[in-house]
């Protein structure tokens, strides 16, 4: 395998120019073609008519991946108050410290687990149907948006979840959180409670 360093000159077919032309290898910050992210700072080979960047060596092969893995895709749903509170409050109990920043390892560590499981579908389908808890009809339940970003994986698995069960993501979220109601607040001794602490103590790092 032939190791190319910046300066050193090749030929590549250029697409704008659409022919065959003279290139450099210089450093240049590339985005993914599916527009999901940016490669920063990699070895590339660059057309010297228009200046495109026309092929990657293969010495670059291993910044792409690493680029693409830590690519993080944003999600953003709205829960109810009381959901959100849920979701809080055993953040709270792994580790009252962190407060809102085991949002994320929580999430992704559920969505992760359920995405394994093959009889989690059923069960995030009733769960996102439970109502909120009756209230006076005159009271609004308010709402609070869920903001965060997961990586490409994370992300993967959440659509694969919606897909298997029919749910918005919202609805799919709300299923979650409510399954880690059931995990995390509503015993007394959750059986994975020491696992997340240890999780959380990296967080909090």
């Not at 979701?87 to 962190?98: E, T």
């Amino acid at each position: 395998m032939k190791v190319y360093k910046a300066g050193e000159k090749s030929k590549a077919v250029c697409q704008d120019c659409r022919a065959l032309v003279s290139t450099t290898f210089a450093y240049r910050d590339v985005p993914f073609d599916d527009g999901t992210g940016v490669v920063k700072d990699v070895l590339a080979s660059v057309c010297d008519q228009c200046e495109r960047v026309v092929a990657l060596p293969a010495q670059s092969t291993p910044a792409v991946q690493r680029a693409r893995e830590t690519a993080d895709v944003p999600l953003e749903v709205m829960l109810s108050v009381p959901d959100m509170d849920l979701l809080d409050l055993a953040a709270w109990r792994i580790d009252p410290a962190s407060g809102v920043r085991l949002r994320k390892p929580l999430l992704a560590y559920y969505i992760q687990r359920l995405a394994g499981d093959p009889v989690a579908v059923a069960r995030l389908q009733t769960k996102a149907g439970m109502r909120v808890a009756k209230s006076p009809k005159s009271m609004k339940i308010p709402k609070r948006r869920l903001s965060v970003k997961f990586a490409p994986k994370t992300d993967a698995s959440i659509r694969a979840l919606m897909k298997a069960s029919g749910l918005n993501k919202s609805r799919l979220i709300r299923g979650i959180v409510h399954e880690i109601e059931d995990d995390l607040i509503r015993p007394d001794q959750p059986k994975d409670l020491q696992k997340l602490r240890e999780i959380a103590m990296v967080v909090a790092a």
